[in-house]
């Protein structure tokens, strides 16, 4: 069965430090790869996706990631953290039909 | 702003009860997916309508029902409630089956 694991429950970066959430999954072909961020009180925002093609995918407020069949990780990148960016942070695998969640990673920024 | 918009955004009950929650997809969106959050058990999928049809299951309990409609909104009842079951419940579309989905603000249920 498909999985995803978010290794990191809480991970705690100073302003303008560089960021790397980790996310490992289970998944027998290539998948449908996702990053969701959910601030307090909120829905999930889509921050970027994998379907095919270029392995490194730029989203939305500066967030990159990086897809490694070898490794099957899809690790979640920004170059210099914003206080704004304090938030929930979901990888997500989907096979066509579902959507499998990881269990999140907490993402606290020191000023 | 998604274009996935629930209501309500908050709910308080008493256990035993039923109540209906209500998503309304993006436009042009055909999948509607549930999901409840909560504290001890995290994001949880708990099914999905395609085009009016159920389309997958996951971790739904039985006291839990959701149907989609012609003009393709989507409403998930909660019955015979208790205290567990307080906790976030999305909507989220997609255009298909594969795509990324939208999701909505939430609904907020609390069972006293």
């Known amino acids: 069965a498909q999985s995803v694991t978010q290794p990191d429950i809480h991970i705690t970066v100073s302003e303008g430090a560089s960021l790397e959430l980790r996310c490992n999954y289970s998944?027998?072909?290539?998948?449908?790869l996702f990053w969701y961020v959910q601030s307090p009180g909120q829905g999930l925002q889509l921050l970027l996706k994998?379907?095919?093609?270029?392995?490194l995918v730029q989203g939305i407020k500066g967030f990159e990631a990086e897809f490694k069949r070898s490794q099957s990780s899809f690790n979640l990148r920004k170059p210099s953290v914003h206080w704004s960016d304090a938030a929930e942070y979901f990888c997500?695998?989907?096979?066509?039909?579902?959507?499998?969640f990881g269990t999140g990673t907490s993402l606290t920024v020191i000023p | 702003d998604s274009g996935v918009t629930q209501t309500p955004k908050h709910l308080i009950t008493a256990t035993g009860q039923r109540v209906t929650l209500r998503c309304s997809p993006r436009?042009?969106?055909?999948?509607v997916y549930w999901y409840q959050q909560s504290l001890d058990q995290g994001l949880q999928f708990l099914i999905q309508?395609?085009?009016?049809?159920?389309?997958a299951k996951g971790n739904i309990l039985e006291r839990f029902s959701a149907q989609q409609f012609p003009d393709l909104h989507s409403e998930l009842n909660l019955s015979s409630l208790e205290l567990g079951d307080s906790a976030l419940y999305f909507c989220?579309?997609?255009?298909?089956?594969?795509?990324?989905?939208?999701f909505g603000p939430g609904t907020r249920l609390t069972v006293t």
């Open positions: 989220a579309s997609s255009v298909g089956g594969a795509d990324e989905q939208y």
């Open positions: 998944y027998g072909a290539t998948p449908y």
């Open positions: 994998y379907f095919s093609g270029d392995t």
């Open positions: 997500a695998v989907g096979d066509g039909n579902q959507f499998y």
């Open positions: 436009s042009g969106d055909l999948s």
């Open positions: 309508y395609y085009n009016g049809e159920e389309r």
